[in-house]
């Protein structure tokens, strides 16, 4: 059985993945980690990521990555709809605090929003603010 991380979006959940499973991925395009780990469950960005999320697909990628034991496997969704007998250990990542959400936020600025920010005006930079 292989274990699950679940991770907000921005929280570093590839490196998080990386550092548990003691694997090293390159960077991706966009300042975050290219972890097939972390890819697997790695669902959307829009409002609607929870009614997108099919536990059923997300087991099936599971199954055919046949991951190994000690193997983190990670996913921006909450664990509710998962059969989590099928893991051995869990470990949720939350930002509770103003802190976690100051850290969460300035990653998101600088590696996602910032560059094209320059680019926008009116609504769309307020919606981005």
């Known amino acids: 059985m292989p274990n699950l991380i679940c ?3 921005y929280t570093c959940g590839g ?3 990386d550092i548990m499973t003691g694997s090293f991925s ?3 395009t966009r300042g975050g980690i290219a972890s097939i780990h972390h890819s697997i469950g790695k669902i959307g960005d829009s409002n609607t990521v929870m009614l997108d999320y099919d536990s059923n697909e997300f087991m099936k990628k599971i199954s055919l990555m046949n991951p190994a034991y000690d193997t983190w496997i990670g996913t921006h969704c909450w664990p509710g709809r998962l059969p989590l007998k099928k893991f051995n250990k869990i470990l949720i990542v939350t930002t509770t605090t103003f802190k976690s959400k100051i850290y969460r ?5 600088y590696h996602y929003f910032s560059p094209d920010w320059k680019n926008m005006a009116g609504i769309d930079l307020i919606d981005k603010s």
Request: net charge positive; proline share 14%; with cysteine.
């Open 15 to 17: 490196l998080l993945c």
């Open 26 to 28: 390159p960077m991706g």
């Open 7 to 9: 991770f907000p979006h």
């Open 105 to 109: 936020w300035a990653r998101a600025h």
